[in-house]
Nanobody, 126 residues
Framework: QVQLVESGGGLVQAGGSLRLSCAVS????????MGWFRQARGKEREFVGA????????YYTSSVKGRFTISRDNAQNMAYLQMNILEPEDTAVYYC???????????????????WGQGTQVTVSS
């Protein structure tokens, strides 16, 4: 059974940085496209970015492009979301997700990902 566990969330001031981690247990991590999503209170879950199997391609939503970076370490079964220049609008619960079909970072819908972590809270104060 594959499990995803996020960590690294917390409270940070605007302009600060956080790095979220996603530990994936189970088999064949290297064939999962990994996505990061977030859900602010009262809003729908939204796509943040994703990375393909090898880490060669990434894709980000426009609001985080240039500030957030997704990476992965297939040897350690880990995915990461480095968040810089954080803004209060980035406050949300952040989720990592895995997709086993198709080696692409361009899947942006919630329905495209079958496996999800429990989420980690990120709060950015102004």
């Amino acid at each position: 059974q594959v499990q995803l566990v996020e960590s690294g969330g917390g409270l940070v001031q605007a302009g600060g940085s956080l790095r979220l981690s996603c530990a994936v247990s189970g088999r064949a991590f290297s064939v999962y496209s990994m996505g990061w999503f977030r859900q602010a209170r009262g809003k729908e879950r939204e796509f943040v970015g994703a990375i393909d199997w090898t880490g060669e391609r990434t894709y980000y939503t426009s609001s985080v492009k240039g500030r957030f970076t997704i990476s992965r370490d297939n040897a350690q079964n880990m995915a990461y979301l480095q968040m810089n220049i954080l803004e209060p609008e980035d406050t949300a619960v952040y989720y990592c997700a895995a997709r086993t079909l198709g080696n692409s970072p361009y899947y942006t819908s919630v329905d495209a990902y079958a496996l999800w972590g429990q989420g980690t809270q990120v709060t950015v104060s102004s």
